[in-house]
């Protein structure tokens, strides 16, 4: 959790550029809801669509930053949320969160085919997913 709150504090440097400002919010508000211990099935859902849109001008004016937190997410959420759900057979919550991984990869699906241009997009995606195992 301290590497996804590292990588929102510095998106949170970004908010100068004021069409970020708002994506930013539910960013943070979403790092919030996922240090809750025991969030409920619509807390993780509202997670998932805190990440998803939101981001999407994220990746277009701090690339790199955006990139890294969403990496940093993925992770914890995997480490974090799913893997102790499975322990312990919680399977509705294990599908919720990974309902939330989900949303979180499709809206770097969804900034790819809107920049389509941006080749490079996946290759950095895949050198922050590779920085944080």
């Known amino acids: 959790m301290d590497v996804v709150?590292?990588?929102?504090?510095?998106?949170?440097?970004?908010?100068k550029i004021e069409s970020v400002d708002?994506?930013?919010k539910h960013v943070l508000e979403a790092v919030k809801l996922l240090d809750l211990p025991s969030p409920s099935l619509n807390v993780i859902e509202k997670i998932g669509s805190c990440l998803r849109k939101p981001l999407l001008p994220l990746y277009q004016h701090c690339t790199n930053l955006a990139l890294r937190f969403c990496s940093a997410t993925l992770i914890c959420i995997s480490v974090k949320k799913v893997q102790p759900a499975l322990l312990v057979q919680a399977n509705s919550l294990v599908a919720a969160w990974q309902a939330t991984q989900t949303a979180l990869l499709s809206g770097v699906l969804d900034f790819i085919e809107r920049n389509p241009t941006s080749c490079s997009f996946l290759g950095l995606f895949a050198q922050h997913l590779t920085v944080h195992r």
């Open 22 to 24: 708002s994506s930013l």
């Open 5 to 15: 709150q590292a990588a929102a504090s510095a998106l949170s440097a970004s908010r």
